[in-house]
């Protein structure tokens, strides 16, 4: 079920501003506990929330910015400034499990002292707690919105989650065994874990940037739609994309070479309208081809690379 322009909007800015309000709580909580505790399990959970507050104000105005009209410049729209948000987001995300690995490496050498790990674990609860309330309301944004920049949000906070329940068992069991060094090879877990969600939201953001093909299942719902008017005739170089949260279609559609213009027209709005329902606000290009027509087909190009 797709939402309106309007609504779609709406949902999306109150994600963001509920992802900065926790990002900016959860750190506050975190740099008290650090600092009392010395832990560099929840100094690794920190640099990760500081991360989360920049990576949600980049979203912020990411979200703000995709959601202008397009213009005489920008005929397209500017959703794909929720794809930058991304790589951004990436990079941030990155140099952060950087960080914490060096720490960590550094304090397998000169071991710290910690204490007051009650205060530790509580933090770490309230954290993990604000987190999965958090994450239930982005993805439920994400699936009606299709924001790839909150999505990416999100899975900062899932992150966070795992990360967070991580901690916490890291804090019980350097209480219980006092081995402190559990708690370096946690953060150092925690730095490879970043550095692996970064790559993949690097990676996502970059096809979209690259105008890689929606999904087979976008493609093939497309064709039915298509193909379900008993006047079409087949359906032929068919381009799909994502211009961030909005899809962009272009295709050649087969009709009766005898129909006159006027009729081919008014054809070929029957078919936009039916795809433009399944997949409100996307943009549409179709071409009429008369059935039978031989020419230099895309498909074909395409089948003889590969």
């Given at each position: 079920m797709f939402l309106n322009e309007e609504k779609n909007n709406k949902l999306k800015k109150a994600a963001t501003i509920a992802s900065v309000s926790v990002a900016v709580s959860l750190t506050i909580m975190k740099m008290a506990a650090a600092f009392y505790t010395g832990s560099l399990a929840i100094l690794s959970s920190l640099i990760d929330s500081l991360a989360d507050i920049f990576a949600s104000v980049i979203t912020f105005v990411a979200v703000r910015y995709s959601s202008k009209p397009a213009t005489y410049g920008h005929r397209y729209g500017y959703g794909k400034a929720e794809s930058i948000s991304a790589l951004v987001q990436a990079a941030f995300i990155a140099g952060s499990g950087v960080f914490v690995l060096y720490d960590g490496i550094c304090r397998l050498f000169e071991p710290a002292k910690m204490a007051e790990l009650g205060l530790g674990i509580g933090v770490m609860v309230v954290s993990l707690a604000a987190s999965l309330v958090l994450i239930a309301f982005q993805k439920y944004v994400a699936k009606k919105t299709?924001?790839?920049?909150?999505?990416?949000?999100?899975?900062?906070?899932?992150?966070?989650?795992?990360?967070?329940?991580?901690?916490?068992?890291?804090?019980?069991?350097?209480?219980?065994?006092?081995?402190?060094?559990?708690?370096?090879?946690?953060?150092?877990?925690?730095?490879?874990?970043?550095?692996?969600?970064?790559?993949?939201?690097?990676?996502?953001?970059?096809?979209?940037?690259?105008?890689?093909?929606?999904?087979?299942?976008?493609?093939?719902?497309v064709c039915e739609i298509?193909?379900?008017?008993?006047?079409?005739?087949?359906?032929?170089?068919l381009r799909t994309r994502d211009l961030g949260?909005?899809?962009?279609?272009?295709?050649?559609?087969?009709?009766?070479?005898?129909?006159?213009?006027?009729?081919?027209?008014?054809?070929?709005?029957?078919?936009?309208?039916?795809?433009?329902?399944?997949?409100?606000?996307?943009?549409?290009?179709?071409?009429?081809?008369?059935?039978?027509?031989?020419?230099?087909?895309?498909?074909?190009?395409?089948?003889?690379?590969?």
């Open positions: 299709k924001s790839l920049a909150i999505e990416a949000d999100s899975a900062h906070y899932t992150v966070d989650v795992i990360t967070n329940i991580s901690i916490i068992i890291t804090l019980v069991l350097v209480s219980w065994l006092k081995y402190e060094w559990i708690d370096t090879v946690a953060a150092c877990a925690v730095a490879g874990f970043l550095l692996f969600n970064a790559f993949e939201l690097a990676e996502k953001a970059v096809e979209t940037l690259t105008d890689a093909e929606l999904g087979p299942e976008v493609r093939k719902k298509v193909m379900a008017f008993p006047f079409s005739k087949g359906i032929h170089d949260g909005a899809y962009m279609f272009e295709f050649h559609l087969e009709l009766d070479g005898d129909l006159p213009l006027s009729a081919a027209h008014d054809l070929t709005e029957m078919v936009e309208e039916n795809v433009l329902e399944a997949f409100p606000n996307s943009q549409i290009i179709i071409h009429q081809d008369p059935a039978g027509h031989v020419e230099n087909r895309l498909d074909a190009r395409l089948a003889k690379k590969s």
